[in-house]
Every structure is written in structure tokens, then in C-alpha cells.
């Protein structure tokens, strides 16, 4: 078997999808995206593919380590993503060929349903826990919800009030028996974050994720050291390396994503290397279904894979640009008591429909995410 074709496709709502052809006509499908920044992977890919095409698929890990290392530069959110979505699609190229799921090929499962969590949305106390209850109502047994807006190194008791208000009326709602992780998406600085967490304990949330910015994750310690409340990071992290020290800090979650963090094949070495350390397996997945669908193939075959977050249902969908509208079958995501069952179809487990991704793909999209400014006209973080 040889490749013969990378194809990307930039569709709605944020998203960019790549097809990898081969001469025996067996398709394998990646998701390498950095989140406005697609174009930008697109030619990335374009400049790996001269490497790929006319090769056999089947040796994953020599491609993967000639496409990281074989460039003077290496690293970066740029070529890992492009990279995770190249390995996104030989693995389902070798599934596919074997008739087996990915993991099945990774050492096989270690359980057979996993526990997933849902994003809910809105500024005020109210509109959050309307949102958690609809959630509840869906089957979710866990929701994730934003910690903050626009955040000051050091902030009033009215802001830090706020925050738990919004907290503890998603508490009430739902009750204790429904789990709540808040996302402070690296907006608060090392102090800030642990003021917040401080105040926030009595609410037992499930985990708070990316306290501070990557450039300051040694600083994580400090916050770990802080609060009782489990420290989860690693969506803007890249490689084992880039975890290596972060794995050192304390935390309890890692968040490696499967279109940025080097595809699955560095995941699972990620999450091998985070179970050393006794840290968990959370993968980052706010995006579409082929990157979901391999970051379950991951968490079925990672005995330390606790819960996995899904963009089904999420705030930003576009109408008609939803995870489930790619896909041929969309029943292979249906849930029940907040779990998706083990993905039984060869490569990803999924079918997507070819015709719906070309027919998105000639409207496209040029998502950017916002740029923030303080009330001063300074530089916010989003």
C-alpha cells in the first residue's frame, strides 16, 4: 500500500479536517487544527505531504519521528498539529486496512464505556445553571464551564465574589452529585489563581484547568501546594517534553490534545509517562469528530483515562456545523449515564460523509479568536 493524496479541508465552525489516500482506496481521516490558525496548518501540511506520498502508511512511529525531527526547527503548535492529524489518519489507515479499532492496536481496551463531560455557557449566575440543567437532563453526569472573563494580575473582592457566585449557583442546581470542573483558560496569574482556588474549595469542584499560561507553568507547584482543589493543564502543551516538568508540579490532570499534541501516538506515550506520577488522562477536545474519535481510541486503551471532553452541544457550533453533522452514522457518539460506549468500527470507529465535508469546505471559515483589552486599553488574555 502506498499514499498517493493529502487533502485538507477547512469547514465550519473552526475546524480543519485532512483526508490521506492510498492506492488500495482505503481513506484515513486526521483533524489538524490549530484554532485560527487553519490556513496556517493547511500549508504545513502541504509542505509534509512531499515526504508522505508514494511511502507505505503502515510504519506510524518512523513516520512520526522523521515528520517531528527530521527539520532543523522542530516543535511548536504549528508542526505538532500538523503532525497529529497526519497520525490521526495513518492510524485509521492501519485499523481500516486490519479491520480493527485504533485501540485494539494499542494493547486493547481497559474498559468498555467512558465517561465524558459536557461545556455549559453564559455570564450570569441564572443563564449557568439553566445551562447545567439541560446538561443534567441530556445525561451528563459532568459539566465544564469557564472560570472567568477578563482577569487583572490582581483582582477585586467583588471579581473573586463573582467567580464563586457563578460556581455555586451551578452547585445548586445540579447538586452534589454532578461534577463541576472550571476552566480559568490561563487568564489569571499564579496569585490570582490561587486566591481563586482558595475561595472556591468549599465547592469541591473536579478539577480547575490551566490556571496560568503555559509560559508559567513552573509555577503550577506554588498552586498545587495552595489548594485542595486538583489542578488540571496541558492543552497548549505539545510533546512529552513540553509535560516532562509540568508532570513534576503536582498536578493532577493532564490535558494533552489529540490535533495539537502530536497525534496519538505522543498521547499515549503522554499518558503513559503521566501515570508514572500517578496523574490522570483527561484529553482537551473542544473540537469536531475526528478529533474525538481518536481521543476515545486513546482513553480506551489508557488505564489511567478518567473523563473525556466533548464539543457535542457546545456554545461556538454553527447550525448545520455541529460534531454529528460530518458523519455518516452519528449514533456511534450517542451516550447513556454520561458514557459513550467502546468504539467497535475499524481505524477511528467512524465513517464521515465525504460529500457533507467537500459541500462545508466551499464556504470554509476564517475563525480568529477575539483579542481582549482591559478597561485601561491594555492586553487582556482570552
Known amino acids: 500500500m502506498q499514499i498517493t493524496a493529502l487533502e485538507t479541508f477547512i469547514v465550519e465552525p473552526r475546524w480543519l479536517f485532512l483526508a490521506v489516500r492510498t492506492d488500495e482506496g482505503i481513506t484515513g481521516w486526521g483533524e489538524p487544527i490549530v484554532e485560527g490558525k487553519a490556513a496556517t496548518v493547511a500549508a504545513a501540511i502541504r509542505e509534509l505531504s512531499g515526504f508522505l506520498i508514494g511511502k507505505d502508511p503502515s510504519p506510524i512511529e518512523d513516520h512520526w519521528q522523521t515528520l517531528i525531527k527530521g527539520g532543523f526547527y522542530r516543535g511548536g503548535p504549528v508542526l505538532s498539529s500538523a503532525v497529529a492529524g497526519i497520525d490521526q489518519a495513518l492510524w485509521d489507515i492501519k485499523g481500516k486496512a486490519l479491520g480493527l479499532p485504533i485501540h485494539e492496536l494499542l494493547g486493547g481496551p481497559v474498559r468498555q464505556r467512558q465517561r465524558i463531560y459536557g461545556w455549559i455557557g453564559g455570564d450570569e449566575p441564572g443563564q449557568l445553571a439553566e445551562s447545567a440543567r439541560q446538561r443534567v437532563e441530556q445525561g451528563y453526569d459532568a459539566v465544564k464551564m469557564n472560570g472567568g472573563g477578563k482577569m487583572r494580575a490582581l483582582e477585586s473582592r467583588a471579581e473573586i465574589k463573582g467567580i464563586v457566585e457563578r460556581v455555586a449557583a451551578v452547585r445548586d442546581a445540579v447538586g452534589d452529585a454532578v461534577d463541576i470542573g472550571i476552566d480559568f483558560h490561563g487568564r489569571f496569574s499564579p496569585a490570582l489563581a490561587r486566591v481563586a482556588c482558595h475561595e472556591l474549595e468549599p465547592l469541591h469542584p473536579l478539577f480547575v484547568e490551566e490556571p496560568v499560561v503555559p509560559e508559567l507553568q513552573l509555577d503550577l507547584a506554588k498552586i498545587t501546594e495552595a489548594t485542595t482543589i486538583p489542578i488540571a493543564t496541558g492543552e497548549r502543551l505539545y510533546s512529552r517534553w513540553d509535560f516532562r516538568e509540568v508532570l513534576r508540579t503536582g498536578i493532577a490532570v493532564v490535558q494533552p490534545d489529540l490535533s495539537h499534541a502530536g497525534g496519538i501516538s505522543e498521547v499515549r506515550r503522554i499518558a503513559a509517562a503521566a501515570e508514572t506520577y500517578g496523574v490522570s488522562l483527561a484529553p482537551h477536545c473542544p473540537l469536531g469528530p475526528i478529533a474525538f ?26 447550525v448545520g456545523s455541529e460534531l454529528l453533522d460530518y458523519l455518516v452514522d452519528p449514533g456511534v457518539f450517542e451516550f447513556a449515564d454520561s458514557s459513550i460506549a467502546r468504539l467497535t468500527g475499524p481505524g477511528l470507529g467512524i465513517e464521515i460523509d465525504e460529500d457533507v465535508v467537500r459541500r462545508k469546505a466551499m464556504d470554509s471559515h476564517n475563525w480568529h ?14
Open 369 to 382: 479568536n477575539p483579542v481582549w483589552r482591559h478597561a485601561d486599553g491594555s492586553f487582556a488574555e482570552w
Open 293 to 318: 474519535a481518536s481521543c476515545l481510541q486513546v482513553d480506551f486503551a489508557s488505564p489511567n483515562a478518567i473523563i473525556q471532553e466533548t464539543s457535542l452541544g457546545i456554545h461556538y457550533n454553527a
